[in-house]
T-cell receptor, first 116, second 114 residues
Framework: AQSVAQPEDQVNVAEGNPLTVKCTYS??????LFWYVQYPNRGLQFLLK??????LVKGSYGFEAEFNKSQTSFHLKKPSALVSDSALYFC??????????????FGAGTRLAVHP | SQTIHQWPATLVQPVGSPLSLECTVE??????LYWYRQAAGRGLQLLFY??????ISSEVPQNLSASRPQDRQFILSSKKLLLSDSGFYLC?????????????FGPGTRLLVL
């Protein structure tokens, strides 16, 4: 069965420092992986996805994620954190619904706090 | 460009009252539509999905139901709300391109059942 794990409930980073939000996955077959961000009382915003090809995927707001097949990981990264990056981040993997349709399986989320 | 709307943004309802939350999508045709519930600002639980008008599938048994009366309209309902129905409800849409879907989310409705 497909699953996603985000091992950290919260990540604290100083502004200007690099940040990493961790995600590991378990799927049968090739993984389709996604990152979303949620600001308080808002819906989820799509950041980036990995389907195939280059292991380093670039997304919105300066974020990127590195796909590592041997470690079954898809960590989200940013070279220099901003206070405005403080939010809840979700990793997701494509799963399969009954009837063969696609669904997203979400991790529990990681709260990123960037301090001035 | 595509946009997704949800209303109301916030709702406070007494236990036992009915519920109707609406989601509409603009700028796309025949999208797949989803209802999620997010409890306590954390994980998302898929409640319903729809691949076409009148086609609704439920992921988990519950006190809620969904309907899709038009191609770009998705409604979440309940006849009698329970306290446990409180949460943040998110609607999402997706279109499959080359077998890969990306889901895009609406702004959400916060429901408090008292």
């Amino acid at each position: 069965a497909q699953s996603v794990a985000q091992p950290e409930d919260q990540v604290n980073v100083a502004e200007g420092n690099p940040l990493t939000v961790k995600c590991t996955y378990s799927v049968s077959g090739n993984p389709y992986l996604f990152w979303y961000v949620q600001y308080p009382n808002r819906g989820l915003q799509f950041l980036l996805k990995y389907i195939t090809g280059d292991n380093l995927v670039k997304g919105s707001y300066g974020f990127e994620a590195e796909f590592n097949k041997s470690q079954t990981s898809f960590h989200l990264k940013k070279p220099s954190a901003l206070v405005s990056d403080s939010a809840l981040y979700f990793c997701a993997v494509r799963g399969v619904l009954s009837g063969g349709y696609n669904k997203l399986i979400f991790g529990a989320g990681t709260r990123l706090a960037v301090h001035p | 460009s595509q946009t997704i709307h949800q209303w109301p943004a916030t709702l406070v309802q007494p236990v036992g009252s009915p519920l109707s939350l609406e989601c509409t999508v603009e700028g796309t045709s025949n999208p797949n539509l989803y209802w999620y519930r997010q409890a306590a600002g954390r994980g998302l639980q898929l409640l319903f999905y729809s691949v076409g008008i009148g086609q609704i599938s439920s992921e988990v048994p519950q006190n809620l139901s969904a309907s899709r009366p038009q191609d770009r309209q998705f409604i979440l309902s309940s006849k009698k709300l329970l306290l446990s129905d409180s949460g943040f409800y998110l609607c999402a849409w997706s279109v499959s391109l080359a077998g890969v879907e990306t889901q895009y989310f609406g702004p959400g409705t916060r429901l408090l059942v008292l």
